[in-house]
């Protein structure tokens, strides 16, 4: 089974910058994508960057330009630069990773627990 922990989470002022990370650790056998979602309350999760294990990214409209996602894949950690910040960025964020599962014989979804980020105006 394998576990995600993020961290760097908290309150930044708009315009500022924030560095969030998550490391995947239990039994990994094969991480392909990682990717950042939000979640602000009462809306539905929405994804924000991801990047394949062959370093192809994709981002939220709202944050290209802004955010910048990479990933150590040896270390297993994915990081989610956010610069410029803005009070609509504020959410839980919370990472993805697509995980092969020998018990399932495929990958499967793991979700860390989220860390909260506020921007303040």
């Known amino acids: 089974q394998v576990q995600l922990v993020e961290s760097g989470g908290g309150l930044v002022q708009a315009g500022g910058s924030l560095l969030l990370s998550c490391t995947a650790s239990?039994?990994?056998?094969?991480?392909?994508?990682m990717a950042w979602y939000r979640q602000v309350r009462g809306k539905q999760r929405e994804m924000v960057a991801e990047?394949?294990?062959?370093?192809?990214?994709n981002y939220a409209e709202s944050v290209k330009g802004r955010f910048t996602i990479s990933r150590d894949n040896g270390a297993n950690t994915v990081w989610l630069r956010m610069n410029d910040a803005k009070p609509e960025d504020t959410g839980v964020y919370f990472c993805?990773?697509?995980?092969?599962?020998?018990?399932?014989?495929?990958?499967?979804?793991?979700w860390g627990q989220g860390t909260l980020v506020t921007v303040s105006s």
């Open positions: 239990g039994k990994i056998i094969k991480i392909n994508a």
């Open positions: 993805h990773a697509n995980s092969y599962s020998d018990y399932d014989f495929r990958f499967v979804e793991v």
């Open positions: 990047m394949t294990d062959f370093g192809d990214t």
